[in-house]
């Protein structure tokens, strides 16, 4: 069974900082990618970042050069630190995994960037 767990988001003010934790199941973390989506109100769910068991990052171009995504194999845990918050990175956050060719899904930490 993949559990994924998020946390870490709340409320800043636009030029702020957030950094957003995954937890994941020990068992398949090392082998599997894990990644980072969004999805605002009345908008699709978009892509934040992602990194693979090798390390390897990629970022959507409206994060890239604020976020980075990182991940610790002991702790299972994967990384999301946003700087430079802008109002449109205002969102529900969610970790996700593929393993076994099957897509898992956290319940998503709630992102607001305001003054």
């Known amino acids: 069974q993949v559990q994924l767990v998020e946390s870490g988001g709340g409320l800043v003010q636009p030029g702020g900082s957030l950094r957003l934790s995954c937890a994941a199941s020990?068992?398949?973390?090392?082998?599997?990618?894990m990644g980072w989506y969004r999805q605002a109100p009345g908008k699709q769910r978009e892509l934040v970042a992602t990194?693979?068991?090798?390390?390897?990052?990629n970022y959507a171009d409206s994060v890239k050069g604020r976020f980075t995504i990182s991940r610790d194999n002991a702790k299972s845990t994967v990384y999301l630190q946003m700087n430079s918050l802008k109002p449109e990175d205002t969102a529900v956050y969610y970790c996700?995994?593929?393993?076994?060719?099957?897509?898992?899904w956290g319940q998503g930490t709630q992102v607001t960037v305001s003054s």
């Open positions: 996700y995994t593929n393993f076994a060719s099957r897509n898992y």
């Open positions: 020990r068992s398949i973390f090392s082998i599997s990618p």
């Open positions: 990194i693979t068991s090798l390390e390897t990052t």
